[in-house]
């Protein structure tokens, strides 16, 4: 069967009006995946259905959904297999994955849950109970997504990408820049002492008594690399250094 043949059998939703997201559903029992289509879409959610594994793997690669709904029972990739290449993936890993599954069996969920799946619903279930899964785990994602952006002026942080960019432009820092500029994000606006940032960045024990030169100089670093943003980052004479979220530069 040649790959246009194949890709076929793969159902996109038009564009329909919705602010409740877009769910792509990997499920090879045409029933039940019409089913879950009809109440997803009364809900205001879009959806396309593959009807196998491989399918379900190009469709989210093209399509970046904001939540799967994977049966593990499918042809050609098993759900547990679409899960693990799924969560292995960067561009992928982030997207939250329940599972459809008729097994009941304890392991089953487990091995899923280990693979990175978020949730599982066992068959038969209720059209409501998927919707309220599907919103919880959206809930999450955008709580997870909140902690994991930090913005503050022209200063946009991504910590789980280590990316830092000022007014659009990727500012490069070493892995102890970036861990400094973490914790002192942290830190809430808190005066943090030498002995505190080397604990926190380097893992020394204050009772050693280390030379904090060191502190002072990945400052000096992390604020010219900051540029129009490195008066955030003051100095507490005697006592150590913050970051100002609040403050506003010249």
Same mark, same amino acid.
């Given at each position: 069967?040649?790959? $246009?043949?194949?890709?076929?059998?793969?159902?996109?939703?038009?564009?329909?009006?919705?602010?409740? @997201?877009? /769910?792509?559903?990997?499920?090879?029992?045409?029933?039940?995946?019409?089913?879950?289509?009809?109440?997803?879409?009364?809900?205001?959610?879009?959806?396309?259905?593959?009807?196998?594994?491989?399918?379900?793997?190009?469709?989210?690669?093209?399509?970046?959904?904001?939540?799967?709904?994977?049966? +593990?029972?499918?042809?050609? /990739?098993?759900?547990? $297999?679409?899960c693990?290449?799924?969560?292995q993936?960067?561009?992928?890993?982030?997207?939250?994955?329940?599972?459809?599954?008729? *097994?009941?069996?304890?392991?089953?969920?487990?091995?899923?849950?280990?693979?990175?799946?978020?949730?599982?619903?066992?068959?038969?279930?209720?059209?409501?109970?998927?919707?309220?899964?599907?919103?919880? /785990?959206l809930?999450?994602? +955008?709580?997870?997504?909140a902690?994991?952006?930090?913005?503050?002026?022209?200063?946009? /942080?991504?910590? $789980?990408?280590?990316?830092?960019?000022?007014?659009?432009?990727?500012? *490069?820092?070493?892995?102890?820049?970036?861990?400094?500029?973490?914790v002192?994000?942290?830190g809430? @606006?808190?005066?943090?002492?030498?002995?505190?940032? +080397?604990?926190?960045?380097?893992g020394?024990?204050?009772?050693?008594?280390?030379e904090?030169?060191?502190v002072?100089?990945?400052?000096?670093?992390?604020?010219?690399?900051? *540029?129009?943003?490195?008066?955030?980052?003051?100095?507490?004479?005697?006592? @150590?250094y913050?970051?100002?979220?609040?403050?506003?530069?010249?």
């Amino acid at each position: 069967m040649s790959t $246009e043949r194949r890709m076929s059998t793969a159902t996109r939703e038009p564009n329909v009006p919705t602010d409740k @997201g877009y /769910v792509v559903l990997i499920e090879d029992e045409k029933n039940i995946a019409a089913l879950v289509r009809y109440n997803l879409r009364k809900e205001g959610f879009r959806v396309s259905i593959a009807g196998d594994g491989e399918e379900g793997l190009q469709l989210i690669e093209r399509e970046r959904p904001d939540v799967v709904l994977l049966d +593990l029972l499918l042809p050609r /990739v098993d759900g547990l $297999e679409v899960c693990r290449r799924l969560k292995q993936r960067e561009q992928t890993r982030s997207i939250p994955v329940i599972m459809l599954t008729a *097994k009941a069996g304890e392991a089953d969920k487990v091995t899923g849950l280990e693979l990175g799946a978020d949730d599982y619903v066992t068959k038969p279930f209720s059209p409501r109970e998927l919707v309220a899964r599907i919103r919880a /785990v959206l809930r999450r994602r +955008l709580a997870t997504a909140a902690v994991l952006q930090f913005r503050c002026g022209s200063l946009d /942080v991504d910590w $789980e990408r280590h990316q830092v960019r000022v007014k659009g432009a990727m500012v *490069k820092l070493t892995a102890k820049e970036f861990k400094l500029l973490k914790v002192l994000v942290e830190g809430g @606006g808190r005066v943090l002492s030498r002995d505190t940032l +080397l604990e926190r960045v380097w893992g020394y024990d204050p009772a050693l008594e280390i030379e904090t030169r060191t502190v002072d100089f990945h400052i000096g670093r992390l604020r010219r690399k900051l *540029k129009s943003e490195a008066h955030r980052v003051t100095t507490v004479a005697g006592s @150590g250094y913050q970051f100002e979220a609040g403050s506003e530069g010249s």
